[in-house]
């Protein structure tokens, strides 16, 4: 049954109807300045003085806040059923000391696959040059999982971790190409005619001190440092081919005389 609150007297409001019907302020609710108070549904009277309180100061701070009232007990019931269905059923997060089977409960809530090998990850395109890591898809997988991703924030940043990867490896190639261009555009430039010369005693600095070629361990290491582009590391090759002297035979430009086309030395994206 409802009834008047002793504190009601505070707010505007007489003693019936409990909901709704006209509403005159009390006499000593009227303010110092003589504004009337904001009249507030009949259906406060049944709250605090403090809930009361905190309606009443948001009010006066914003007079439009009053439309924000339920009008009635028929919409205030209305308005706290459809929470309740909204809330049953929903995810609660763990406490941080929460055991580990609450999390993984929530988990599951939140879409994580059973196992980690439960996520669906493509393997993307692999360029030449590079090679797909089995061992960092594991590894990233069981990273996901023990982070409790679903199946869309792991494929997401799995997709971008590998394309970022891609975009670099594909940056780093024409960064070489230029690298190579700029090296034999400033040779050409310092050694003029005797560019083709020079670059004969480059070659024969190269098949006598690197071995394998190309596809040697040295050859790595000094690619790995971009000595490979690099003009001075180039001119030192050449003083080397002076000391050695012309070679005693004539050979094509190949390693070593190999008659092939596809064996020609090649120092980044120079090839002689």
């Known amino acids: ?111 994580r696959p059973e196992s980690a090998e439960g996520y669906t990850l493509e393997k993307p395109q692999i360029p030449a040059g590079l090679r797909y890591d089995e061992g960092q898809e594991k590894w990233f997988r069981g990273l996901a999982y023990a982070a409790g991703l679903n199946q869309a924030q792991a494929k997401g940043i799995f997709d971008s971790w590998n394309k970022m990867q891609m975009d670099a490896f594909q940056k780093s190639i024409e960064a070489r190409k230029a690298a190579a261009k700029s090296a034999t555009d400033s040779l050409k430039t310092e050694w003029g005619d005797k560019y083709e010369e020079n670059w004969g005693r480059v070659r024969e600095a190269y098949a ?34 002076d000391k050695i002297g012309p070679p005693r035979f004539v050979a094509p430009k190949g390693d070593r005389g190999s008659s092939s086309s596809e064996s020609k030395w090649e120092f980044g994206g120079i090839k002689a």
Do not use: C, H
């Open 1 to 111: 049954m409802v009834v008047e609150d002793a504190g009601a007297s505070a707010l505007a409001q007489d003693a019936s109807p409990a909901v709704g019907g006209p509403q005159p302020a009390s006499a000593g609710n009227e303010g110092a300045s003589g504004t009337e108070p904001p009249k507030l549904p009949g259906w406060t009277g049944q709250l605090t003085a403090e809930q009361q309180a905190e309606i009443k100061a948001r009010i006066t701070a914003d007079p439009k806040a009053i439309d924000e009232l339920p009008k009635g007990l028929t919409e205030l019931y209305s308005g706290w059923s459809q929470f309740k269905a909204q809330a049953v059923g929903a995810l609660r997060v763990p406490a941080q000391d929460a055991p580990k089977e609450a999390w993984d409960q929530f988990y599951k809530g939140l879409g």
């Open 208 to 241: 006598q001190f690197i071995p394998g070629g190309n596809q040697g361990q040295l050859f790595k290491k000094i690619s790995a440092w971009g000595l490979d582009n690099d003009p001075d590391f180039l001119k030192m090759l050449k003083a080397i081919g």
